[in-house]
């Protein structure tokens, strides 16, 4: 496994706040790393993106009618998985170098 994606998991396996998925769990094939996300409830970031352009820097991360934490999925590697626990996976390719 490249060293910046070991570097990513420990990083993500530390952050605790309201507003940032938790890691749940890392799974790893000879080609591939699985990181499963906490899901994140809410409105979908790109679709407010697409209404409103980019939020103001302190505006809160929610919509009205929404949770505090939209989720982000469908963007660079990310793919929501069809399980019944509803968890996001990020998928990233082994070794080092670009995807």
Known sequence: MAKYVRREIRCLGRLRHAG??????????????????????????????????????????ATPGSSSRPSITRTGGASRTGTSSRRMCWWMRGGGGSS
Do not use: C, N, Q, S
């Not at 890691?23 to 209404?51: S, Y």
């Open 20 to 61: 940032i998925p938790r890691l749940k769990e890392v799974l790893t094939t000879a080609d591939h790393v699985l990181i499963v996300m906490e899901l994140a409830r809410g409105a979908e970031l790109l679709d407010a993106l697409a209404v409103g352009g980019a939020l103001p820097r302190r505006a809160p991360a």
